[in-house]
């Protein structure tokens, strides 16, 4: 058993946990919405053939904002298509996922469903293929209560109270040569400045996403970034990051480590986003949306998944369906770590993406849902991690690895909310060998009332949740945790994610 102590100061807060940090993502891509959220027929399906069962999951997942419609999708999208009376919506190609795009399910019907789960809209327009008068347009048709053509027409479409959707991305993926209208970055900045400042023409107080890079290996990184924001600086509120990780060639070590790869993402963005800053001598404060994370086995999907023939376009194809291991939860537990250590920058966040597709949640048509192994994580950190981020330091033994030379063993973060008095430490034992004992004084703190943790770990790191075993994987009670001479003790097991939530003794606050 190898030893950690874990450091946190309640009273130097990082920043603010922003809700939007548990956002998710749905793209019209393979059955995310077709056979996932949406079945009619399915036997819970409601009157507009939505999935309460999925409903329910989705729930229980805590999730804040759903960016919708894509993804690679939105870049060949005309959201017109997706409104008005459903015999009428035209059937349409997807040439980013090779796909047939019925139209049956459009903002309406989607806004309807997150009304009902509790979830905010994040609209993405397209800016691939289309431009400012669309995007502003489509603002229009969603916000403005009445009065305009655009509105009337939503009303006549059934919706007589406006979306007032919040946040809006000025298109996907700018950076990606793979994207329908990619652009230079100089060509994109500009196009995103002038869609944004149309966009407040209309209404100033709307949240902005620019696109940043796809990934931090992009050719184009950093400068992607810096060029963009040197366009659109100010009249933007994020610009976005996107990154999926996966174990490449058996190399676990690394894989395990991912979360160093996104710390280091968003420390060069946030200098970056400051550099423009001090160059326009700007008072405003941008800050990240990584709208796009997860795990994702890019390299199955361009090897066995991809569809390809000029007579092939399938409607809502199995593609993207990764089964989640324990290992690809450990990962994806401690990417929450990372948003959440920059809570100060990090303010919006999408898990790419919610059923289906590279997805906590799974469902058979005509048959169950069920949750994936990186469904835990997010779960019990979206309703676990409330109040301010606040610095943590482990000090721990660190291991080798290909990608990132010396990893610690152990990675984790601290919440601390004032106002229930608790705090949540989340954390990660990447070892794949070795149990870590994490201590963690609390004397600073405060006496400790209730101390509790639940891990994810298993025998087997590439165990799944399936069809035919859907609960193989799931949390259990650490009930290793105990608190001693003002210190909170706890095993953690190889390989394995552990949320420890501690309420203070009212009165002792120190
Ligand atoms: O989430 C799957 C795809 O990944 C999205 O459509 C795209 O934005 C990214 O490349």
Redesign the pocket.
């Known amino acids: 058993m190898a030893d950690a102590r874990l450091i946190f100061d309640h009273r130097r807060p990082v920043g603010a946990v922003n809700r939007r940090v548990f956002g998710s993502?749905i793209?019209h891509?393979g059955r995310a919405v077709y056979d996932g959220l949406h079945e009619p027929g399915h036997p819970t399906a409601d009157a507009d053939g939505f999935r309460e069962d999925v409903k329910e999951l989705v729930r229980e997942l805590g999730v804040s904002a759903v960016r919708y419609p894509?993804?690679?999708?939105v870049s060949g999208f005309r959201w017109e298509d997706s409104v008005g009376p459903r015999e009428e919506r035209p059937k349409r190609l997807d040439l980013?996922w090779h796909s047939t795009e019925t139209n049956e399910v459009g903002l309406h019907e989607f806004a309807a469903w997150l009304d009902a789960v509790g979830s905010e809209l994040m609209l993405a327009v397209n800016l691939g293929t289309r431009g400012t008068l669309e995007a502003i347009d489509l603002l229009e048709y969603s916000n403005l209560a009445q009065g305009s053509a655009l509105a009337d027409r939503r009303i006549a479409n059934g919706r007589t109270r406006p979306f007032d959707v919040k946040m809006w991305c000025l298109g996907?993926?700018m950076d990606?040569p793979?994207q329908l209208g990619h652009r230079s970055a100089d060509d994109y900045g500009k196009l995103a400045a002038q869609t944004a400042k149309g966009m407040r023409m209309f209404d100033p107080s709307l949240e902005l996403v620019v696109c940043g890079s796809?990934g931090r290996g992009m050719p184009t990184f950093g400068e992607w970034e810096r060029v963009v924001l040197n366009h659109a600086y100010d009249d933007v509120d994020y610009i976005s990051c996107?990154a999926?990780y996966a174990e490449k060639d058996g190399d676990l070590g690394s894989f395990l480590a991912s979360a160093i790869d996104m710390d280091s993402f968003i420390e060069q963005v946030v200098t970056t986003i400051d550099h423009v800053k001090a160059v326009k001598r700007s008072d405003h404060v941008v800050n990240i949306s990584f709208d796009?994370w997860?795990v994702?086995d890019i390299a199955r999907f361009e090897n066995v998944d991809k569809i390809e023939g000029v007579d092939n376009w399938p409607v809502a194809p199995r593609l993207?369906e990764d089964a989640y291991t324990v290992s690809d939860a450990v990962v994806v537990g401690n990417l929450l770590i990372s948003l959440l250590r920059r809570a100060d920058r990090v303010t919006s966040a999408s898990l790419?993406?919610l059923v289906n597709?590279?997805a906590p949640i799974m469902t058979e048509p005509g048959g169950i849902a069920w949750k994936q192994t990186t469904f835990f994580p997010f779960a019990v950190t979206s309703a676990l991690a409330t109040g301010q981020s606040v610095p943590t330091r482990v000090d721990c033994d660190t291991y080798e690895t290909k990608e990132f030379g010396d990893a610690p063993l152990v990675d984790a973060v601290t919440t601390v909310d004032e106002e229930t008095n608790s705090a949540s430490v989340f954390a990660v034992n990447r070892s794949q060998t070795e149990s870590v004992r994490l201590t963690i004084p609390v004397g600073e703190f405060g006496d400790i009332a209730e101390a509790t943790a639940q891990t994810l770990s298993d025998e087997d790191p590439y165990a799944v949740n399936t069809l035919e075993n859907p609960e193989r994987v799931g949390l259990k009670a650490n009930d290793s945790i105990r608190v001693e001479n003002g210190e909170v003790v706890v095993d953690l097991p190889p390989i394995s994610w552990t949320a420890i939530a501690l309420t203070r003794a009212v009165g002792a606050t120190a």
Do not use: K, P, R, T
């Open positions: 993502f793209e891509l894509g993804g690679n999708f980013a996907n993926e990606g793979w796809s996107h999926y796009e997860n994702w993207l790419a993406q597709v590279i």
